[in-house]
């Protein structure tokens, strides 16, 4: 079965750079959201798109946006890195609708390392 | 607010032993309660959920989890506990009425088992 594909794996980035991470979500499902996992931390709730428009928003820095395009892939945008914004970035889907399951599916992750 | 707590940093349990992995929630409202758990270097993989009905919720992998009302909890269980059960255990809640649909993770519980 397919599942959520976060791109990309890993990436690495310098203080005050941006970085752009992808989620495609299990096809379908109509709403996506991002984690953010710190080490040796549990995973803290950014942000939250249903049918393209923002649901729900959590402890999300000014310095990131977020958006879901038309074919619902999400993209998360973080500017001015800092080195605490080094961290594992899920990305989970669900399908919210009536009769949905509530089950949010997770993607592997992207590891930011801020240097 | 919503709050989920893992009173238990660590799990430890002989290979074929029972095993519990506590988590007892707060919300205002009625909740969705879910366990997952996390492999090294991989995203959160789902086991079960409670939405409504049998208190005794079965999921993936023989595990199984009991919705408590009066204490809040929803304790994760298995009969019998194999080696590859090792891994990082997180409880989740999601108050339905309250808190849109992001979830609140415990602290997460690592369970180790033995040969």
């Known amino acids: 079965a397919a599942g959520v594909i976060q791109s990309p794996r890993h990436l690495i980035k310098e203080k005050r750079e941006t970085a752009t991470l992808k989620c495609y979500p299990i096809?379908?499902?109509?709403?996506v959201y991002w984690y953010q996992q710190g080490p040796g931390q549990d995973p803290q709730f950014l942000i939250s798109f249903y049918e393209k428009m923002q649901s729900d928003k959590g402890s999300i820095p000014d310095r990131f946006s977020a958006q879901q395009f038309s074919d619902y892939h999400s993209e998360l945008n973080m500017s001015s890195l800092e080195l605490g914004d080094s961290a594992l970035y899920f990305c989970a889907s669900s399908f919210d609708r009536v009769g949905g399951k509530n089950i949010q599916y997770f993607g592997a992750g992207t590891r930011l390392s801020v240097l | 607010a919503q709050s989920v707590a893992q009173p238990e940093d660590q799990v430890n349990v002989a290979e074929g032993n029972p095993l519990t992995v506590k988590c007892t929630y707060s919300?205002?409202?009625?909740?969705?309660l879910f366990w997952y758990v996390q492999y090294p270097n991989r995203g959160l993989q789902f086991l079960l959920k409670y939405i409504t009905g049998d208190n005794l919720v079965k999921g993936s992998y023989g595990f199984e989890a009991e919705f408590n009302k009066s204490q809040t909890s929803f304790h994760l269980k298995k009969p019998s506990a194999l080696v590859s059960d090792s891994a990082l255990y997180f409880c989740a809640v999601r108050d339905r009425q309250n808190a849109g649909n992001m979830l609140t993770f415990g602290g997460g519980t690592r369970l180790m088992v033995k040969p």
């Open positions: 096809p379908r499902h109509d709403t």
């Open positions: 919300v205002s409202g009625n909740p969705y």
